[in-house]
């Protein structure tokens, strides 16, 4: 320690020691919390992302939450007119199609729902819907139920019509018999006509679809909200928690030296960076295959598709989490920045991924979701597990993840080079 360093050290010791001791032990909470606070003031880094990184996310999902309802797409085949005509009334995308390419279109997952009548005698309506998406589903149940309950109501009014009708003809006849002297002759059912007039009157013989059947392309109704979203929750596990480990043990190798001493040796950052990928991506296959494991045999998550596709994208998102984690770790001088920066780089994605549906969010929205890797390999995981498809429908995500595996590699080669640039200059200035 210099000499003045030490005689102001003696100085503040000595007159802590003639302060009463309640007000010296206080004194030394303060000054303890007064370097705390100095600390944080020094490091404009971490306050910037103490108050920005929280606002950004408050603000997202203030969007997000905000959004309007959700309005279905829905495909119809040879529906009676006055079905079609309440069916266009409601919140939702109608469009009438042949029931082949209403299938096609449902298997790709361009709508929500295929209408068709079913039964002996076509009245029955069959909502065929996709089943992967919880929210469709509902979306799509409440536009049928408030058509079906528009055209009962049309019904109830047209027989209500019909029976004014009939009961004006019968007050006619009545008239008629009475002015030819037949008063003594009485129609068939006497007094009692209203009621058997309404009686022969029914409602069914008036309504163009008398029932309602559910049937599931995918999933079916006694499918839990857990299994809709399990595929969703994998793919997030798995990439926060590889974001974690990487970026927080590489601030940790940096902070004890050892990037320093790689960075005085002839290995190049690329190979440094990669030989970090491939440590740390071996660990992320390991986690991986344990959350698959539990997800799918104790949490009983469902999987249509191909168990192998479904580890190669769990694998990938490993991977794109690792090489994220080591291109945020060089902006990060601590790991309790690691962890102010994971709500920069990583609760955005989350919320934009497909856990919330963005169809009624902003458009850019929209375009800031599709920007991200964790939204292509949720959707891979989701149409795998739940919709069986193969990789012939689900190679652009993967090529995809793959793409920012390689840019977020690259990128963070490239600022490892600066620093290892300004590690040689520092040490030829000496």
């Not at 390419?101 to 009245?123: C, F, H, P, Y």
């Not at 409602?203 to 059947?213: G, I, K, Q």
């Not at 590489?250 to 440590?279: C, D, H, W």
């Not at 770790?329 to 102010?340: D, R, T």
Request: charged share 20%; glycine share 8%; proline share 3%.
């Amino acid at each position: 320690m210099k000499e003045p360093d030490r005689e102001r050290a003696e100085t503040a010791h000595e007159s802590f020691n003639n302060l009463p001791k309640q007000r010296t032990e206080a004194m030394k909470t303060w000054a303890v919390a007064r370097r705390i606070l100095e600390q944080f003031l020094h490091d404009k880094r971490t306050l910037a992302l103490l108050f920005v990184a929280p606002l950004v996310v408050l603000w997202l999902l203030s969007v997000l939450l905000g959004a309007g309802t959700y309005s279905p797409k829905i495909a119809t085949v040879d529906l009676p007119s006055s079905l079609e005509s309440a069916l266009d009334k409601q919140d939702a995308t109608i469009t009438a199609m042949s029931e082949q390419d209403a299938a096609s279109q449902l298997e790709n997952d361009d709508i929500d729902a295929v209408l068709r009548l079913t039964g002996d005698d076509d009245k029955t309506l069959d909502i065929w819907v996709e089943g992967t998406d919880s929210t469709k589903t509902a979306a799509v149940a409440q536009v049928v139920a408030e058509a079906m309950q528009d055209v009962q109501e049309d019904a109830q009014s047209e027989m209500e019509s019909r029976l004014d009708e009939l009961k004006t003809s019968v007050a006619e006849l009545q008239k008629a018999a009475a002015a030819m002297g037949l008063d003594g002759i009485t129609l068939s059912g006497g007094s009692g006509t209203d009621s058997s007039t309404t009686e022969s009157l029914d409602l069914d013989d008036y309504l163009p679809v008398t029932s309602t059947e559910t049937t599931y392309l995918h999933g079916g109704k006694d499918w839990k909200m857990f299994d809709y979203y399990g595929p969703i929750f994998i793919g997030i596990f798995i990439f926060v928690f590889t974001f974690i480990t990487s970026g927080m043990s590489l601030v940790n190798e940096r902070s004890a030296g050892t990037m320093q001493r790689f960075l005085a040796t002839p290995v190049k950052s690329g190979q440094i960076l990669g030989g970090y990928s491939i440590g740390f991506g071996l660990l992320a296959c390991v986690q991986s295959a344990v959350i698959l494991l539990v997800a799918l045999t104790l949490i009983g998550f469902p999987d249509a598709g191909n168990l192998g596709l479904v580890i190669l994208m769990t694998v990938s998102m490993a991977m794109v989490s690792v090489t994220l984690g080591l291109l945020v770790s060089g902006l990060a001088s601590s790991a309790f920045q690691v962890i102010q920066l994971m709500l920069l780089f990583v609760v955005p994605q989350i919320l934009l991924c497909g856990l919330f549906d963005l169809s009624t969010a902003p458009r850019w929205m929209q375009v800031l979701g599709q920007c991200m890797p964790v939204t292509y390999g949720v959707n891979a995981l989701t149409s795998i597990m739940l919709r069986g498809w193969g990789f012939d429908k689900t190679w652009v995500d993967f090529l995809v993840v793959w793409c920012f595996i390689v840019a977020f590699f690259v990128l963070a080669a490239l600022g490892f080079r600066k620093k290892r640039v300004r590690h040689h200059l520092a040490i030829n200035g000496r």
